[in-house]
């Protein structure tokens, strides 16, 4: 039901991802449902996700591209902006979505966001305190999470 | 989504056609044009004399000064503040207002065919809306834009569709764009914006009459005060209940929602009695030893509340030990009478002269009878205004004397001011309030009975004195009452440190009534005289209940589709948090 009068635009971002994915990131729709997407994210270089491969689900709902796309984390992640059900804290997932942006853009920004969390703005308030007191021991338990539940996919 | 919205409008649409009292303005002012229906032009009229302004003072269209104004929340002062100290490029940009340089930008003059970005078509420029910012997208997307936003009660601020872009889009061609698509999702749109001057701005209010008289009323002054409504409604202006001076806002809360529940009660049930373990009936324990047996049988014991066998001895109850009797147990029950002790005390009162105020409303229709009786006798005095002054001296008098009650018993209770008044302070103001109390209930007391007299029977020398006594005790009334609010203002709330200690003050006219006042020429407004200073406040008339209705209906359809979705209270401005609808 969710393929028939599956919009234009839907199906040529779908054409782009496959064709010309961005780099560091992978997104193929479920055979069943072309409006959920399979994606895999790279953790960035110099990140403590580096090394990681994240599975994250991606689905659009009805007014897309009027409505943002709903994503979430289905691997494990110790990160600041995300919390334990994956659920992710970006604005443009949120109020600041614009019918502009794409998939790709907005797997892009997520992307960006593994390279600089911001404990300022948390959606998991342990983590955000943890990095705030000590960078560098939440730093070291965000690459050992990345070692025990991101390390091939 | 939207048929669930429209089914109901219909269901108020009709309703309302069979409410006698909906008011009729269809024969007021001229027409609006291409504006349908009563309730957006009566709202424009409100809201024009405020857009005007800011129209000549920025030089700016309509839809951007109301875009401004939204942001400002109708207060023009606040705007033209901004305006000088900020200048008109940073107010603008603030409310996402672009300064319009690209309106007659079409893109791609040349080619026939654009590209629109979001469905990632190639589509004629004929069918293209470029916006004041000079984005320009497909109009099929732009509509299915403002339906997802209108739908989702963003119709104030619908932003531009371009990443990062903070404009406001032109209501115009958001009206013109939804029209072609659903004309009554357009309707809803218009109904948003025009809501806004009532929804948005500090200084209007609907009246909290139920059912709905239809008016809003504007006051200018946002200072603690109390309004009548037409309608006959007294309510305060702050928190938009029923008037309550001299009980705070919070105070008058507290009360009401005691009353409701009826918490002492609840209060003392739960110390002094304990559900059983098996059928968890209230079992009161009616003297005798720790070992309590309920109706249904089951016996348990009454220090821990745990079910027992039915034996016992002087010492322990059978198979079962749950220590020593708490001295902390008895002070708890003591307190919890004490508390609801006083609060019937103050209860009672309350109640008796509310009933009494009750009763006395219906002394206007015999006492009008009685005057009528009189003119029709030959005599020298026609004049009979010392009745109805009375009258009214006596309402206004009686209303102020039952809210003195749940007044005192915040005021002098442990709950509320305990750690800003010693116990001997505490007694000391309480035995002043209490004696000015007295003697204005004394008073109010005497007048009420004297008004009760069948004056009608009597001789033309009785009238007379009767008259004096009457206006002599009105006098002392009045004095008296604001003897006791300047007793409540200076000597009690005035030591205190407590954000609602505030009260609308003492006025001996009494509530400010609104009054008629042709402001524009399409709309119906209100005004009071306030202590003969002109511009009191205005009452915005005539908006039919259905729009009410439907608003409400809308919020309640959001509220439970997008519970994410945060109605904020404004703490300064509004009390009554469900009337906004702030951030999403």
Redesign the interface.
């Known amino acids: 039901m969710a393929n028939s009068n599956l919009p234009r635009r839907i199906i040529k971002e779908t054409q782009r991802l496959l064709s010309e994915p961005a780099p560091g990131i992978s997104a193929s729709p479920s055979e069943d449902n072309m409006r959920y997407f399979n994606v895999m994210i790279l953790g960035p270089t110099q990140s403590p996700y580096e090394g990681g491969v994240f599975k994250l689900e991606l689905f659009l709902p009805e007014e897309y591209p009027m409505a943002a796309p709903k994503v979430r984390f289905l691997t494990k992640i110790y990160h600041p902006n995300i919390d334990k059900l994956g659920r992710i804290c970006l604005d443009i997932l949120k109020d600041k979505w614009s019918p502009a942006l794409q998939i790709r853009t907005v797997l892009l920004s997520i992307q960006a966001l593994l390279s600089a969390p911001n404990p300022d703005d948390p959606l998991s308030e342990n983590i955000a305190k943890h990095w705030k007191s000590n960078e560098a021991e939440a730093v070291e338990t965000a690459k050992e999470w990345t070692r025990l539940y991101a390390s091939g996919a | 989504m939207g048929d669930f919205i429209d089914s109901d409008d219909d269901y108020f649409d009709h309703d309302s056609d069979d409410d006698p009292e909906l008011p009729e303005i269809d024969d007021q002012g001229p027409n609006e044009g291409s504006v349908k229906g009563n309730y957006k032009r009566v709202s424009l009229g409100c809201a024009r004399e405020d857009l005007r302004k800011v129209m000549e003072v920025l030089s700016l269209k309509e839809h951007h000064a109301r875009t401004l104004l939204i942001h400002y929340r109708w207060d023009v002062d606040k705007l033209l503040t901004v305006l000088v100290e900020k200048g008109k490029d940073d107010l603008c940009a603030k409310a996402g207002v672009t300064s319009g340089e690209h309106d007659n930008f079409v893109p791609s003059k040349f080619s026939s065919m654009v590209m629109c970005?979001?469905?990632?078509?190639e589509v004629p420029a004929n069918e293209v809306t470029t916006m004041d910012c000079g984005h320009y997208?497909c109009n099929s997307?732009w509509t299915?834009?403002f339906?997802?936003k209108i739908n989702e009660g963003q119709s104030k601020r619908i932003r531009c569709?371009?990443?990062?872009?903070q404009a406001i889009c032109d209501e115009a061609k958001v009206r013109i764009l939804v029209n072609a698509r659903d004309p009554k999702l357009a309707e809803k749109f218009d109904r948003f914006l025009l809501e806004s001057y009532i929804e948005d701005n500090r200084k209007v209010k609907w009246c909290p009459s139920v059912p709905h008289c239809g008016n809003a009323i504007r006051v200018d002054d946002v200072e603690l005060c109390e309004v009548e409504c037409a309608c006959g409604l007294q309510f305060c202006f702050s928190c938009s209940s029923e008037a309550h001076s001299p009980c705070s806002c919070l105070m008058w809360e507290l009360w009401s929602k005691k009353c409701r529940d009826d918490s002492e009660t609840v209060n003392w049930i739960t110390v002094h009695s304990k559900p059983c373990p098996k059928c968890h009936k209230s079992v009161e324990k009616n003297g005798g030893c720790n070992l309590v047996i309920c109706v249904c049988g089951q016996a348990f014991c009454w220090l821990c509340g745990g079910a027992t066998g039915r034996e016992h001895t002087y010492a322990s109850i059978a198979g079962h030990s749950c220590g020593r009797y708490k001295e902390e147990k008895v002070q708890k029950a003591e307190h919890a009478k004490r508390d609801l002790l006083r609060y019937i005390h103050y209860h009672n009162r309350y109640k008796a002269h509310t009933d009494s105020f009750e009763l006395e409303t219906n002394l206007k229709t015999t006492i009008q009878e009685k005057i009528s009786r009189l003119e029709e006798r030959e005599s020298t005095n026609k004049d009979f205004s010392w009745v109805t002054d009375g009258l009214y001296r006596l309402f206004r008098s009686r209303r102020i004397l039952s809210y003195s009650y749940p007044f005192a018993f915040y005021m002098f209770g442990d709950e509320r001011f305990n750690n800003q008044m010693t116990k001997e302070e505490r007694e000391i103001k309480k035995n002043l309030f209490e004696d000015q109390q007295q003697q204005f209930e004394a008073n109010v007391e005497k007048l009420s009975s004297i008004l009760e007299e069948p004056f009608d029977q009597f001789s033309e020398d009785k009238v007379v004195k009767l008259r004096m006594d009457i206006i002599n005790l009105s006098t002392v009334t009045d004095k008296l009452c604001g003897k006791l609010y300047e007793c409540i203002e200076n000597e009690l709330l005035g030591t205190l440190q407590w954000s609602t200690r505030n009260i609308a003050p003492y006025k001996s006219k009494g509530v400010d009534k609104a009054s008629e006042l042709i402001v524009c020429t399409d709309m119906k407004l209100y005004h009071t005289e306030k202590d003969s200073s002109k511009d009191g406040m205005c009452i915005i008339t005539h908006m039919p209940i259905t729009c009410v209705l439907n608003l409400l209906y809308v919020r309640i359809y959001f509220l439970f589709f997008f519970p994410n979705i945060v109605f904020v209270e404004e703490k300064l401005e509004i009390n009554n948090t469900n009337k906004s609808l702030k951030s999403?």
């Open positions: 970005i979001v469905c990632i078509e997208f997307c299915e834009h339906i997802v569709m371009e990443h990062q872009c999403y």
